[in-house]
T-cell receptor, first 114, second 114 residues
Framework: KAGVTQTPRYLIKTRGQQVTLSCSPI?????VSWYQQTPGQGLQFLFE???????NKGNFPGRFSGRQFSNSRSEMNVSTLELGDSALYLC?????????????FGPGTRLTVT | AQSVTQLDSHVSVSEGTPVLLRCNYS??????LFWYVQHPNKGLQLLLKYTSAATLVKGINGFEAEFKKSETSFHLTKPSAHMSDAAEYFC????????????FGKGTRLHILP
């Protein structure tokens, strides 16, 4: 099975612009989660989508949004970019297992805001 | 409420010596527990998982972890460190209940000394 794929892998944007990142989960996985990782704040949960519906949301401003399509592919969008949005954005698809969920991570998209 | 505490933000060991990365958790439900590894500028890779079967779990690259319910711990060990083990390690708890949750620890950076 192919793993989780994320595109693009690297992105450079300017303050005030917007950006869209894409994630394709492992075939058959219906849940997709997004995380932001920075040296200062570590790994922070953005949101989770399941069957095209947002199921959980972290503490991020409304500039961060996402969606999931019927084929489980997900996109996240950041509008009005700020310097502090520079980060590695990780996507994970989840598989239910007894007592929880097992996550499989993509390689990430490195976003640099200048 | 669920939480994960990784007791050390940095651990340094010499090559060929044992590795111990400590993780304590708190959960109202019976959790699933995971360890992930992240090499620089990469996504997270699953090392091993505990899902209420055997309490001693073997993972990839010679890593093991033991689930100790009485101590609410899930420490990661390896008998002999290798230079390629230098990375960041995340302990994760996943629960299914009133609110499905996946909670990450803040990470432990493992340094291997030659």
């Amino acid at each position: 099975k192919a793993g989780v794929t994320q595109t693009p892998r690297y992105l450079i944007k300017t303050r005030g612009q917007q950006v869209t990142l894409s994630c394709s989960p492992i075939s058959g996985h219906r849940s997709v989660s997004w995380y932001q990782q920075t040296p200062g704040q570590g790994l922070q949960f953005l949101f989770e989508y399941f069957s095209e519906t947002q199921r959980n949301k972290g503490n991020f401003p409304g500039r961060f949004s996402g969606r999931q399509f019927s084929n489980s592919r997900s996109e996240m969008n950041v509008s009005t970019l700020e310097l502090g949005d520079s980060a590695l954005y990780l996507c994970a698809s989840s598989l239910p297992i007894p007592g929880g969920y097992e996550q499989y991570f993509g390689p990430g998209t490195r976003l640099t805001v200048t | 409420a669920q939480s994960v505490t990784q007791l050390d933000s940095h651990v340094s060991v010499s090559e060929g010596t044992p590795v111990l990365l400590r993780c304590n958790y708190s959960s109202s439900y019976s959790p699933s527990l995971f360890w992930y590894v992240q090499h620089p500028n990469k996504g997270l890779q699953l090392l091993l998982k505990y899902t209420s079967a055997a309490t001693l779990v073997k993972g990839i690259n010679g890593f093991e972890a033991e689930f100790k319910k009485s101590e609410t711990s899930f420490h990661l060990t390896k008998p002999s460190a290798h230079m390629s083990d230098a990375a960041e390690y995340f302990c994760v708890v996943s629960v299914v209940g009133r609110d499905d949750k996946i909670i990450f620890g803040k990470g432990t950076r493992l340094h291997i000394l030659p």
